[in-house]
């Protein structure tokens, strides 16, 4: 029975991605795709500042509760609504805020990549996942704080390369289906 609890709600340390909470992220953003495809949408793009202002300030209010969370991985796989509203008002920040940053200073090397990984993300996500627990598994806790930011820029350029060597290799397999 805890097998099965485990793959829906249960808290178990050995458990990860349960069903619930992690179904409600790709819900939303299904969600957020079909909200995007309505004609009233157009209205609320007038109202970004305040959707941005607003996320901003759940952020900043939800922060010790939301980066408590994030750095503690039992409490994140196991999260609750609060933290899952917090998750949500962060990536609608990020969406909103790269768009208009982008408007503004776009530097078209970094907006065509960013176009690129967006349009891949799903490649790009598990690519960087099976870098991460593979590498993470071998050296947890054994790295000190300054090699985060190179840890960052290899596995970001990694799963790059990855991703774009998966399309490069599965592109000519499909069409000859």
Avoid at 20 to 46: D, E, V
Avoid at 48 to 56: K, N, P, Q, R
Avoid at 91 to 100: P, Q, S, T
Avoid at 106 to 132: C, D, E, H, K, M
Wanted: net charge positive; charged share 10%; proline share 4%.
């Amino acid at each position: 029975m805890k097998y099965l609890q485990a793959f829906f709600y249960g808290n178990y340390d050995w458990s990860y991605f349960p069903l619930l909470p992690w179904l409600a992220y790709p819900l939303a953003g299904f969600s957020f795709g079909l909200i995007r495809q309505k004609a009233w949408y157009a209205k609320i793009r007038k109202a970004e500042y305040y959707i941005l202002a607003g996320s901003f300030i759940l952020l900043i209010i939800g922060f010790d509760h939301g980066f408590s969370i994030s750095t503690n991985l039992e409490l994140y796989y196991h999260h609750h609504w609060v933290f899952f509203l917090w998750a949500i008002a962060f990536m609608i920040f990020w969406a909103i805020g790269l768009k208009w940053v982008r408007k503004c200073c776009s530097i078209p090397p970094l907006a065509n990549y960013l176009q690129w990984a967006g349009r891949n993300v799903t490649a790009f996500y598990i690519f960087q996942w099976l870098l991460i627990g593979n590498i993470a598994t071998a050296i947890f806790k054994t790295q000190a704080g300054w090699m985060l930011p190179i840890w960052f820029i290899f596995i970001l350029a990694f799963s790059s390369l990855l991703t774009y060597y998966w399309f490069i290799i599965r592109l000519p397999l499909l069409e000859r289906d």
